[in-house]
């Protein structure tokens, strides 16, 4: 079965660059693309988008909480209906891009603790499915299986596509180990072994060593800030080709 490979991009923020983004967009099938309110600015995301297009890669909108300061990592409160505005500004703003690069978003994927809030509280969910059916019923949505996001992607009837992280350990309970725990980001070696795990048996070793975890996944996330990033992307996908597994776009 395929497996799609994706990385967040876009991260930079005027002169300030994140990651080598040319040379993971030679790798990966997907880039979740920063749109302003986490990390990236118009140049940047018109110069990803432009290069996406030129290396067929598919473009989604990687969205988050205006929070540049924090990188979109804390969580922040708000009503609903102000996060469903946001989350169609920002997708509305790459979509821009997007064409003007002569392609179109196909999905979306929430950033940071966007992602997390969103995967718990169905209200948050029911907002980013609500902005993207006002943008385009056609997206899809990128997110961890089993959540309130892949809940509310089936009652809005939404393509719902479940991501993997190669490059992140797992706790017990299914969910990311947060970034500041031992061992929370997995080096060149572990990341590119949890990929073959998820893509062969579905599952990944927990962070703590007390056995495995199911991971449901049609595309598998490398993030672009990790160390290392563009060579744990490539030997990731050099090891799912020896397995047998095609790494291609789910959209």
Excluded at 51 to 73: P, S, T
Excluded at 131 to 155: F, K, N, T
Excluded at 174 to 180: C, E, I, N, Q, S
Aim: include cysteine.
């Amino acid at each position: 079965m395929p497996l799609d490979l994706n990385s967040d991009l876009g991260e930079g923020f005027g002169p300030w660059q994140m990651g080598d983004d040319a040379a993971m967009l030679d790798i990966v099938t997907s880039a979740n693309i920063a749109c302003g309110f986490h990390a990236g600015d118009p140049s940047i995301m018109r110069r990803t988008c432009a290069l996406a297009v030129e290396k067929g890669v598919r473009i989604g909108a990687h969205v988050g909480y205006r929070d540049l300061a924090g990188f979109g990592r804390r969580e922040i409160t708000m009503d609903p209906a102000e996060l469903r505005d946001e989350v169609l500004y920002q997708i509305g703003s790459l979509g821009a891009f997007a064409k003007a690069a002569g392609d179109r978003v196909r999905y979306v994927k929430p950033h940071g603790a966007l992602y997390h809030s969103a995967a718990r509280e169905r209200r948050f969910a029911d907002a980013v499915l609500a902005a993207m059916l006002d943008y385009d019923p056609e997206l899809a949505l990128l997110g961890p299986a089993d959540s309130e996001l892949a809940h509310a992607a089936a009652a809005a009837k939404v393509r719902f596509v479940g991501e993997g992280f190669a490059d992140r350990a797992y706790t017990p309970a299914g969910t990311l180990a947060k970034r500041g725990l031992p061992g929370a980001v997995l080096d060149t070696d572990a990341a590119v072994a949890q990929a073959v795990s998820i893509a062969m048996s579905g599952s990944a070793r927990t962070v703590d060593g007390s056995g495995e975890v199911a991971v449901q996944a049609a595309s598998l996330c490398v993030h672009g800030d990790t160390p290392a990033a563009v060579e744990m992307a490539r030997l990731i996908r050099t090891a799912l080709d020896e397995v047998g597994v095609p790494v291609e776009p789910f959209v």
